[in-house]
């Protein structure tokens, strides 16, 4: 750590890491950055922090920082400086050129949930109201999707249903598919000191994470089950329940929908969910499940937190589901010490989704298809909208390979590293005729770009975040934007130059038309925030200091509603080509694609991503820990370094993909998600070999 000396001032700002969305001051002197200390009234951390918030903020000075908007004719062209005007104006007519040939459904955007609510409401402000259709997207696509289809579906509101504070109340704590000491620290320790306490502690997933067993913690089951199986084990764990008297009858007779219930509960008890049944699926002993089971149900107060590993499959918003009426059938929700709560993984995937960052979902998740919200968007902004929802993500890919979508913008998201099947990805990139990037660096997907716009840093720009516990924290200017503007003024100039005004002044005035068209953002202001700190939404003229709690005294949506939940096993199959299964997912001293940990002193500590396998699989193969591997799928090939751990079970196998040189998506596959087509990161067929026998 280098001394900088004393600071002369101090900023409040959000950590702009991961979605536990840390509060720290920006230490200044001058106009120069030189130390974050978390701040000891942030309501999320509490005076806390971890590694990356603390000490990986040196990205925002880097010297690949780009500071000058640059365009090019070609993408094997050399890039050419040019002023902002030149810039905007050539994306603006380029995406005109497009649209006038190819129809108004030719070009679309992706927002990104690292940039703040504000900039994330204009882009897709700015695909609907200037583009004119809703061909807009969120990275949210690739990680919690499920979570906003699934508990939308059962709750009425695509967001967990508590408060962090809470889990100090919890008896019982069910991690599932979740690494929270590596991917939510702060959150991990606060769970950590409850289980100190004495809570109790469930972990199912396919490694054995630290949390499994650290100092003073050791879980009492941890189901160890077969990456792809969720749906299968929360089936086991709900027949359990239903069959042993567990229920809570009287929480599902007051709160749930009588039909619905009944319908589950012939399908729960059926014997084919029995943990006898299912351990052949799960690898999961009938024994453990039951024990599981009887605890989540009977321990007391009970509450699951979960992450990417119960999203990013086939039947992620099965899951989702899965684990919901587990909570509804035990009464585990509408009081603190419960719940259902996603660990979002990135600083404001939560606001990206709450802004109307979906094709098919105006801010709030109001359908584009219904007439009234159309009606209150349409009188707000002065445009006609879409009733017909636009193209995900992977839709807009398909269409760019068959030549019918052929500009992009894309706002601070690296879809070229980030996203499934990399080859998939870059070939639908190289195919289109305008892909403009904004962002701090030149990333991966910059460079299929034709235009690059720079982007800010959280430290250059004003705005809030919205964390996991639906936490809305101002992110405050510490120093001014490197390349003289922030994200938000890139899109307004966007919007000018295809000839839609957005006459915004100030972010604050971005946040007053939010609350103008959301109900659950009505009572939210930057002199709230200021005042109160943060805020969770609901914030209205109910609820004016927020709502901590959800579903107390009823569900969102009115009555709980049960899903039935059929496990259908992925299409992604192993066999003797590709015997082995891989997941994947994240350390604590890296970030996501890595653009931002890679370039702080962070890379020092792991400077590449490396193959977790079990000691048999490794033998197997004539693998030594620290050997270079191939490591192969049906999509593709890349090498990695082997290391071998007692961490995995027999049969699979684990990596990160913070490094762009090992590439982990290279050999993930288009399967995703039935509901949201959020990828199947957690489940590929692999082989692995010593290299230099491949
Ligand atoms: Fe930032 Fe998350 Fe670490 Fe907090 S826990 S400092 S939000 S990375």
Known sequence: ???????????????????????????????????????????????HSCVKGRFAWGYATHKDRVTRPMI?????????????????????SEFRRIQAKHGRGSVGGITSSRCTNEETFLVQKLIRAA?????????????????????????????????FDSVNDADVIFVIGANPTDGHPVFASRMKRRLREGARLIVADPRRIDLVRTPHVAAEHHLQLRPGTNVALINALGH?????????????AERCEAADFAVWLDFIRRPEHAPEATEAVTGVQAAEVRAAARLYATGGRAAIYYGLGVTEHSQGSTMVMGMANLAMATGNLGRPGVGVNPLRGQNNVQGACDMGSFPHELSGYRHVSEDATRALFQAAW?????????????????????????????????????????????????????????????????AYAHVFLPG???????????????????????????????????????AAALGYDMPYRHPSEIMDEIARL?????????ERLDRLGSIQWPCNDKAPEGTPIMHVGGFSRGRGQFVVTEYVPTDERTGPRFPLLLTT???????????????????????????????????????????????????????????ISERMQPGVVYTTFHHPESGANVVTTDYSDWATNCPEYKVTAVEVRPTNRW
């Open 518 to 526: 959301t109900p659950t953002f009505a009572g939210v202001s930057y």
């Open 585 to 643: 997912g994240r350390i604590l001293s890296q970030y996501n694609v890595g653009a931002q940990t890679r370039r702080t002193a962070n890379s020092a500590w792991h400077a590449e991503d490396v193959l977790e396998i079990h000691p048999h699989d490794a033998e197997d193969r004539g693998i030594r820990d620290g050997d270079r591997v191939a490591l192969a799928s049906r999509a593709g090939e890349t090498a990695l370094i082997a290391r």
């Open 131 to 163: 583009f004119g259709n809703n061909n807009v997207d969120t990275c949210a696509r690739v990680c919690h999707s499920p979570t906003g289809y699934g508990l939308k579906t059962t709750f009425g509101t695509s967001a967990g249903t508590q408060d």
């Open 72 to 92: 090019r004719a070609a993408i094997t062209d050399p890039w050419r400086e040019v002023s902002w005007e030149e810039a905007i104006g050539h994306a603006a």
């Open 1 to 47: 750590v280098i001394d900088h000396g004393q600071p002369s001032r101090s900023v409040v700002t959000t950590c702009a890491y991961c979605g536990v969305g840390c509060s720290f001051e920006a230490e200044l002197q001058g106009n120069r950055v030189v130390r974050m200390t978390p701040h000891k009234d942030g309501k999320a951390n509490h005076g």
């Open 240 to 252: 359990v329940v239903a069959t042993e008297g567990l229920i809570d009858e009287a929480f599902v």
């Open 382 to 446: 002065g445009v006609a909208i879409d009733a017909e929802p636009g193209l995900r993500i992977p839709n807009m890919l398909d269409a760019a390979i068959e030549g019918s979508f052929l500009g992009i913008y894309i706002q601070g998201e690296d879809i070229a590293q980030s996203d499934p099947n990399t080859k998939h990805v870059t070939a639908a990139l190289a195919a289109m005729e305008c892909v403009v990037v904004q962002d701090i660096f030149l990333n991966e997907t910059a």
């Open 456 to 494: 800010a840093s959280f430290l250059e720009k004003d705005g809030t975040f919205t964390n996991a516990e639906r936490r809305i924290s101002r992110v405050r200017r510490a120093v001014p934007p490197l390349a003289g503007k922030a994200d938000w003024e890139v899109t307004i100039a966007l």
